[in-house]
Every structure is written in structure tokens, then in C-alpha cells.
């Protein structure tokens, strides 16, 4: 497992069925994620960077925390702070709230919060660069997990809406699953097909996963995984 370079400052380190980012500016790097298998992702960026890392989480889904406890703290939006720490009592954690800016020095990213998926999933767009690293909220090719207590779908249609309302310069998206890089395009896509969801339009597939029964729906761009309707 290796980081491979996107450009001149920007890694990204692909397990196949999850991927992480590492970010470098001036003074400092950020990691994006910190695998899902990968239990020495710190080490591994060591190997591209000499600058201190720190850490972001656009989540805290087990597939986006597998090399957490290399570092001593970790960002992430407080709404996930109550999943994290069933998991994590003892890890020191730092609140990023939407809108804040974390800067690595000359390269400001910027925190858009995309309540849905969970309840404090949080991108992170490079105001330099226009690249979004979005996390699971936005994928193409993917499944969306929406089943299970603290996913919303409502939230996460609003959430989609607000992103194209917010008139940031999005050149390109970042997901953590998926094909990537995605195009603003992906956005109306999603909020159709879940919409398409809310209405009672499309109809799901019945499955199991982790030992629950959920309902699978084909919106086209990918697979959204809910809950099954109580009728
Ligand atoms: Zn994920």
C-alpha cells in the first residue's frame, strides 16, 4: 500500500474499495481519511512528506478511521463525535464546523458539512485548486449507505441542495468510494434519484446487510442502501 500522487501536493492512497487523501502545504499535511485496512496510513505518508500531519475525518465510519489511532488527535465535525467514541473513549478529538477554514499554510480547505449519510459528514474543498474531497456523500458507481439509526435521507437530499447553492468554485470531486473524479454534474443526478426515493418511484430491491433487512434502490448513478419502509 503506497500514496500515489494526483499532483505535485496531493496523494491518494486506494485500498480498491475505499480510498484517503493526503493534502501538503507549506507549513503542514493533512490526511483525509485513514483507510479502512490500512492500520499504518501515517507511516505510509512519512514516506511522501516531511511536514507534520495532522488528520481529518469526513467521517467516522469504520472505513474512514483504520490508521486513526496513529495520531494523537483527530478533526472531524462534533456531530460525529457521539459514534466515534463508542469506538474511540480515549482519542483526543478537534471540532471543524462548517465553514471553517483548516489551513496547512498557503493552502486553505474549507469545511462544507453534508448532514445525511451521518450526521456530521463533512467535505473538505481546496480553495486553491477547486477539488472537493467529499467523502461518501457524493459517489458515482457506488452505494450509498442510508440505512440505520443517524442516516437521513430528507438530510441528505438537503444537503446535496445546499452544495450547488453555495456557489463554491467546485472544479472537481474527491470521493472515498468509487470512480472519481466526479463533476459537479453527479449532484443533480443524486438529489433526483433519491427524490425519486422519497416518492415512492423507484422500486427497491429487498437485502440483507449486517444482519438487517433494507431495501436496495438503482437511482442510476449508484445504489442507495435505506431502510425498509414502515407502510
Ligand atoms: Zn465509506
Redesign the pocket.
Given at each position: 500500500m503506497e500514496f500515489i500522487k494526483l499532483d505535485d501536493t496531493t496523494y491518494v492512497c486506494d485500498e480498491g474499495h475505499?480510498r484517503f487523501f493526503l493534502l501538503i502545504g507549506e507549513k503542514e499535511a493533512l490526511m483525509i481519511d485513514s483507510g479502512m485496512q490500512v492500520t499504518n496510513a501515517k507511516e505510509l505518508a512519512e514516506k511522501v512528506t516531511d511536514k507534520p500531519i495532522r488528520l481529518f475525518n469526513t467521517h467516522a465510519?469504520r472505513?474512514?478511521t483504520g490508521s486513526n489511532h496513529e495520531f494523537e488527535s483527530v478533526m472531524m465535525n462534533p456531530a460525529e463525535f457521539v459514534n466515534y467514541k463508542t469506538e474511540h473513549p480515549s482519542q483526543k478529538m478537534e471540532a471543524v464546523f462548517d465553514g471553517d477554514i483548516i489551513d496547512l499554510g498557503n493552502r486553505k480547505l474549507k469545511a462544507i458539512a453534508l448532514p445525511g449519510h451521518t450526521p456530521g459528514s463533512t467535505a473538505l474543498l481546496d480553495l486553491n485548486s477547486g477539488m472537493l474531497f467529499s467523502?461518501?456523500p457524493i459517489q458515482k458507481d457506488g452505494r450509498i449507505f442510508m440505512f440505520g439509526p443517524m442516516r437521513d435521507l430528507p438530510a441528505y437530499i438537503l444537503s446535496l441542495k445546499h452544495l450547488l447553492s453555495l456557489n463554491e468554485d467546485i472544479k472537481e470531486i474527491y470521493p472515498?468510494?468509487g470512480a472519481y473524479p466526479l463533476n459537479m454534474d453527479i449532484i443533480p443526478e443524486l438529489i433526483a434519484g433519491a427524490e425519486k426515493i422519497e416518492r415512492g418511484e423507484t422500486k427497491p430491491q429487498r437485502a440483507e446487510m449486517f444482519g438487517n433487512v433494507i431495501d436496495e434502490y438503482d437511482i442510476g448513478t449508484d445504489i442507495l442502501l435505506c431502510d425498509v419502509k414502515q407502510s
Open positions: 475505499v465510519d472505513d474512514h467523502g461518501d472515498s468510494h
